[in-house]
C-alpha cells in the first residue's frame, strides 16, 4: 500500500519576519500575486532573521526547495515565517514559509516555502565568519 502524503503542517514554524498586505501592483497575468513579488518577500524576511543571527550585513546565495502551493490574491494577508536550520562558518540556512489569510476569513493557508541560505560578510562584501 503506498505511504499515505505528509499533511502540510497545521501551523507555522518559525517567527514572524515580515508581514504586509497583497497589492494590485504586485499581480501576474491571472490576476493573481506575481510569484516573483512573494518571493522577494521572502528573501528579505530570511535576510532579517540572519541579521540578527550574524549581527552584520548579508547576502544570499542560494535559494533552494522552492514551492508555490497556492495563489494569493489581492488584499491577502501574507506573513512570512523564519527558521533557522544551521550555520556554516560564515553561512546561515534558513527555512522561509509564507501563509496568507483572507480579508473576510480567518482561515491561515500556507503559500509558499523554500530554503534560503545567506552569507555573512564585511564592510568589503567579502565572507565574515558568523559571530555566535
Ligand atoms: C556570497 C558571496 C559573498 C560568497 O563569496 P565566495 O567568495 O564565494 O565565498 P565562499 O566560497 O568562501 O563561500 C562562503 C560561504 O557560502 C557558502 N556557499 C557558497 N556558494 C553557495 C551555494 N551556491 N549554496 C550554498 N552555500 C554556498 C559556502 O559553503 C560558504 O559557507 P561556510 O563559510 O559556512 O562554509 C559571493 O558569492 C557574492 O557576493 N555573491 C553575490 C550575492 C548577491 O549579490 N546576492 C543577491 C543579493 S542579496
Avoid at 527555512?95 to 516555502?113: D, I, K, S
Wanted: aromatic content about 6%; hydrophobic content about 45%; charged content about 20%.
Amino acid at each position: 500500500m503506498p505511504e499515505p502524503a505528509t499533511p502540510p503542517p497545521a501551523a507555522p514554524t518559525g517567527e514572524v519576519v515580515i508581514r504586509t498586505l497583497a497589492m494590485p501592483a504586485d499581480t501576474n497575468a491571472n490576476g493573481d500575486i506575481f510569484g516573483g513579488w512573494l518571493l522577494s518577500q521572502m528573501d528579505l524576511g530570511g535576510a532579517i532573521l540572519a541579521r540578527s543571527m550574524a549581527r552584520s550585513r548579508v547576502v544570499t546565495v542560494a535559494i533552494d526547495s522552492m514551492s508555490f502551493l497556492r495563489a494569493v490574491g489581492v488584499g491577502d494577508l501574507v506573513t512570512c515565517y523564519a527558521k533557522l536550520l544551521g550555520v556554516g562558518r560564515t553561512s546561515m540556512r534558513i527555512h522561509v514559509e509564507a501563509w496568507t489569510q483572507h480579508f473576510a476569513e480567518g482561515t491561515l493557508w500556507r503559500v509558499t516555502e523554500g530554503t534560503f541560505t545567506y552569507v555573512a560578510i564585511d564592510d568589503a562584501g567579502k565572507p565574515q565568519p558568523v559571530k555566535r
